[in-house]
C-alpha cells in the first residue's frame, strides 16, 4: 500500500527554531491576496503553512502539540481575512481546512460566490457521522466558534487518465479505491486517506 503522509520518526533539530518560523509565517499570512481575489478568473485565495522539513515534495505531519500552533496562527488570520473581506465588499465564502492526520495539508481559503452568505457546496463533503475532533485540536485554540463539516480528504485516478497512465480500474477496486461519478458524469476512482474538516466562523 502507498504511503501517501508520513509522520516525523527522526529528531527534528531546533523547535525554537521552528516556533519563530512559526510566528513569522503567522505574521505574513495576516493580509490575503486582495489583487488576485477580484481578477474575474479567480476563484478562491488561500495559504497553507509552508514550513520545512513538513511541506516539501513528500508531506510530513508535524506533532500535534506543532499543529495546535499552526490552528492558532490559521484563525487569527481568519479574524484579518474576515474584516478584509468585509469591506472589499465582494461576495466570499471564508473556510479554514482543518486535516487529520495529514495536518500539514491545512490552510485558510476564500472563495468568491455569487451572493452574500452563500456556502460553498464541495463533492468531496463526507457521508460519514463523525464528532468534531475537539479533544485531539482544542486546548486554547477556540474552535468552538466555528461550525464545522467533515469531508474526505482522498487520492483520486480519473477515468479519462487511465489512457495516459499504468493504471486499471479492476487494481484500483482491489487496492481499496471506490468508483465515483461526478457531476458532470465523469467517472473517477477515489480512495479515502483521513478527514478534512473545513471550518466557518459562527454567526455570533
Partial sequence: MKEYYTGIHKKVRGWKRRIKQINKWGE?????????????????VYRRCTIAPFYNAKKKHPPIWFY????????TAYNTWKRVFDDLGIPYDLQLWLYNPSFIRSEIVCWKVDEFNQRMKFNWESDLAKSFPYDTFGSKISL????????????????????YADIAAD????????????????VYYAKRLGDIWIGRRKNL
Fill in 68 to 75: 495546535k500552533l499552526i490552528i492558532a496562527k490559521f484563525i
Fill in 144 to 163: 468552538s466558534d466555528f461550525d464545522w463539516v467533515l469531508a474526505d480528504e482522498e487520492h483520486v485516478h480519473f477515468e479519462s487518465d487511465f489512457d
Fill in 171 to 186: 487494481d484500483l477496486l482491489n487496492d481499496g479505491y471506490v468508483k465515483k461519478v461526478q457531476r458532470e458524469n465523469e
Fill in 28 to 44: 505574513d499570512i495576516q493580509v490575503p491576496n486582495i489583487e488576485r481575489f477580484t481578477q474575474t478568473r479567480a476563484r478562491c
